[in-house]
């Protein structure tokens, strides 16, 4: 099995700084891409950003300068550092990876639990 461990979520004032990470772990061949989505209530679940695989990272336009992606491909592990929060940051984020669980087999969305990050105006 394969699981999406996230950590580092919590309540923050406007103006603060949160950084949540998270851990691929199992049986993994591969980790394609890994990044962050978010949900707040009401709305659909959003890209934050994103890391393929020798690729550049992919920002939403509405954390551009503020957010800052990062990954340790020996760790499988995944790092948002946001800076700068605003109160329209509130909501679930999820950790999303793109994992290939054995050499000739297909790569499959993981999705974490899901971490609350609450700003507070």
């Known amino acids: 099995q394969v699981q999406l461990v996230e950590s580092g979520g919590g309540l923050v004032q406007a103006g603060g700084s949160l950084r949540l990470s998270c851990a691929a772990s199992?049986?993994?061949?591969?980790?394609?891409?890994m990044g962050w989505y978010r949900q707040a209530p009401g709305k659909q679940r959003e890209l934050v950003a994103n890391?393929?695989?020798?690729?550049?990272?992919n920002y939403a336009d509405s954390v551009k300068g503020r957010f800052t992606l990062s990954r340790d491909n020996a760790k499988n592990t995944v790092y948002l550092q946001m800076n700068s929060l605003k109160p329209e940051d509130t909501a679930v984020y999820y950790c999303?990876?793109?994992?290939?669980?054995?050499?000739?087999?297909?790569?499959?969305?993981?999705w974490g639990q899901g971490t609350q990050v609450t700003v507070s105006s």
């Open positions: 890391l393929p695989n020798g690729g550049s990272t």
């Open positions: 199992g049986s993994i061949f591969s980790v394609n891409a």
């Open positions: 999303h990876a793109l994992i290939r669980k054995m050499i000739l087999s297909r790569t499959d969305d993981y």
